[in-house]
């Protein structure tokens, strides 16, 4: 059997650095098998029974070696190319499934302290005027179509005591979530302009 050496180096080849270089040694193999150790020794002229021999069963069982841990290679890569996919894809799920746990921290602790302020404070009243510019907060009409084509801005809140006692008088026993009221805003120095005011309760 002057190529199972040979044989088992093709098929090494094969499994640590592929298929071509695998044919390549299978190919030099089987010539130096066939010069140097089948009689007659160092002659490639004349063909015997010995020479058909090797040059039939070497290529053959080489070739069918090298295919099936081609075959098993690729399937090895295959499946280390699903893994890590599989992994990243793993990562990427855990980190949303973070972002979604502080989301819910944050929110939660939002809920918390809304709770609490109803438990600490009797009533919680927040009034903002609805201005459609500037200029309204300085008494000055506004054009109704630059009423409809800007959308109404919120301007910051005002302390509960800037409206008038009047208002707040009228309004004590009607106040309730959503609902607009028109009332005396103080702007400054003891001036009050008639304002459109959204009420929240909490």
Known sequence: MPGTAYFIAAALIEYFFGMAPALAVMTVGLVIADFLFVPPY????????SDVALIVSLPLLSMLVICLIERLR?????????????QSRYEMLLRADNERAITSRAVDETHRLIRNLPGCHDDIISIQALV??????????????????????????????????????????TLEPGRSHRTDIDVGVGEYDLMDCAVKRF
Do not use: W
């Open 42 to 49: 160092q002659q490639i002229g004349v063909l015997d029974q």
């Open 74 to 86: 690729r399937s090895e890569f295959r499946a280390e190319l699903i893994a890590l996919v599989a």
């Open 132 to 173: 459609h510019q500037a200029a309204r907060c300085h008494g000055e009409s506004v054009p109704a179509s630059a009423a409809k084509k800007k959308p109404a801005a919120t301007a910051p809140g005002m302390p509960y005591e800037h409206v008038h006692s009047n208002d707040i008088s009228r309004l004590s026993s």
